[in-house]
């Protein structure tokens, strides 16, 4: 009987084996559609007890530092696939502070304002100069500062407003600040994408995002006038409808904005989606892309008109 060849050692020569596909978790399995919204059913909760009580505030901006943060990482990431290294080490430490102050401090008032110049003054002095003492080759050190300050200005700057408008206003103001805030955008939200998806025809930008239509930015749009109206005769009374439909039509175009602007940022890094940490939404950054733009929005907002 004939023997199977030997190697070298005297072993019979084994067949690589190809490796086994992991198997996919049972979010992944689902489609998009139906994971958007079991992962929304997860988190929405703990967000909503997180704004309905005040003993809870703490949560809110825990959950939104946090939040903030992932993001951060994300936009690193983006700017790594384009060999763009951000200086992790300034950008936290400037998170950091920004937080900080919004959560302490009111940011429209002037030596809060100051407080923010001054951490974004050192921000940006700190990253030329850590970019500077890293090495980092002379042709990147621009877009290697610039990464890290513009990181730090998109995601803490604009979503720490957040932050304040859960700690500056009296606790039954910023809890109906919130609950408008977020049902208005999420409810928009959700609106444009079934809406698209179920009548979408014509596309609102082919070269940015190609699955937004301008059927869907409609169903958002009418789903935002909806919400805001309901929302003032369900426990918004202190905001009238003529200030709330107009202040939650501007939400909805600043909200579309924000998304596009993100949808471009991770098409010029050739990406899909910032992560894959929430199934059925992407990352983290995917979620925050509306609520950034907005947060700044909404909080002087209430501050010119609670306050006059």
Do not use: C
């Not at 909806?226 to 409808?241: C, K, R, S």
């Not at 010029?268 to 983290?284: E, F, M, Y």
Request: charged share 15%; aromatic share 10%; no cysteine.
């Amino acid at each position: 009987m004939s023997q199977p060849p030997a190697t070298a050692g005297g072993s019979e020569t084994l067949k690589t084996q190809p490796p086994k596909p992991k198997p996919k978790s049972f979010l992944a399995k689902l489609p998009p559609a139906v994971a958007r919204l079991v992962t929304a059913a997860v988190l929405l909760p703990i967000l909503v007890v997180s704004i309905i009580f005040p003993q809870l505030s703490l949560l809110f901006v825990l959950l939104t530092a946090a939040a903030l943060v992932v993001a951060l990482f994300e936009f690193w990431l983006l700017a790594r696939k384009q060999q763009i290294r951000a200086d992790a080490a300034a950008g936290l430490l400037s998170a950091a502070a920004l937080l900080t102050v919004f959560f302490f401090t009111e940011p429209g008032k002037l030596p809060d304002l100051l407080m923010i110049q001054l951490t974004l003054i050192l921000l940006t002095i700190g990253s030329l100069v850590a970019a500077m003492l890293r090495g980092t080759p002379f042709d990147r050190m621009i877009t290697s500062a610039g990464v890290t300050v513009l990181s730090v200005m998109y995601i803490v700057l604009l979503g720490g407003h957040m932050v304040a408008l859960r700690v500056g206003f009296a606790p039954e103001l910023s809890k109906h600040l919130l609950a408008f805030f977020f049902l208005v955008i999420m409810g928009a939200d959700a609106a444009a994408y079934y809406g698209g998806r179920a009548f979408g025809k014509h596309k609102l930008a082919p070269a940015i995002s190609p699955g937004k239509t301008w059927e869907g930015a409609v169903a958002g749009m009418l789903a935002s006038l909806l919400i805001a109206a309901a929302a003032h005769y369900w426990f918004f009374l202190e905001l009238p409808t003529k200030f709330a439909l107009p202040l939650a039509a501007l939400m909805n175009v600043v909200s579309v904005i924000g998304d596009l602007t993100e949808s471009a940022l991770k098409r010029s890094a050739g990406a899909k989606d910032t992560a894959r940490i929430l199934p059925g939404h992407g990352g983290v950054l995917d979620r925050l892309d509306s609520l950034l733009f907005n947060a700044p929005v909404i909080y002087y907002f209430a501050r010119l008109y609670f306050n006059s």
